[in-house]
């Protein structure tokens, strides 16, 4: 049992050292050419999986030799590596929470597949400038230490409540097609009786 497996991914455009620090009981996997961004780790890297394509082969040969187990993928398959790293966690690993990071910025359609992912893993990403995860049915307190916080419905949001944000909402029955709570600002208090809600912090 694992407390937080953590997954870096491509673009690689963030700053490892900025969002990334060791804590007890993680397991650490690198996904294609996010692997690139645990070369210089003074332990292990617990998994790497991808067809490796994204990464040098000089620089591949030098980081395998840091991995525990390695799963190569074919190319030509039907489901993105981070797809394929989530079905193998879920399947079988025990753990408490997973954290990817990266896979925000880049191709917008990765992007919006990363999305659909995290409505069916129930994971967090991170990069420099954005906090992304979801939220299901009750009451939340919600941290915020980014400038701006959106709120949207991935799957539609009875009686939703947001208290002591910049912009309070009371009730408000929030389709998967409303875009009413973009850019809200601060921290408080969100409630809602059923549905799915993906609350994105991001600073300009």
Do not use: W
Request: with cysteine.
């Amino acid at each position: 049992m694992f407390d937080k497996i953590k997954i870096f991914v491509g673009p690689n455009n963030y700053d490892f050292n900025r969002l990334y620090f060791e804590e007890a009981n993680e397991f650490l996997i690198g996904v294609d050419s996010g692997l690139e961004y645990l070369k210089n780790l003074q332990k292990q890297v617990d998994l790497a999986v991808g067809d490796f394509d994204s990464i040098d082969k000089s620089q591949y040969d030098v980081i395998k030799d840091k991995c525990k187990e390695i799963i190569t993928l074919d190319k030509d398959k039907k489901m993105t590596d981070l797809a394929f790293t989530l079905e193998y966690i879920y399947n079988n690993m025990d753990y408490s929470s997973i954290e990817v990071y990266g896979g925000i910025s880049g191709r917008v359609d990765h992007f919006l597949a990363n999305v659909n992912l995290i409505k069916k893993y129930d994971f967090s990403m991170r990069d420099n400038k954005h906090h992304i995860y979801m939220l299901k049915k009750g009451k939340h307190i919600v941290n915020n230490y980014k400038k701006y916080i959106s709120f949207f419905a991935i799957e539609d949001c009875y009686n939703l409540s947001l208290r002591g944000f910049k912009f309070p909402l009371n009730n408000y029955y929030l389709s998967m097609n409303d875009s009413l709570c973009v850019s809200n600002e601060g921290e408080g208090e969100l409630e809602f009786t059923k549905g799915k809600i993906l609350v994105i912090s991001t600073d300009d």
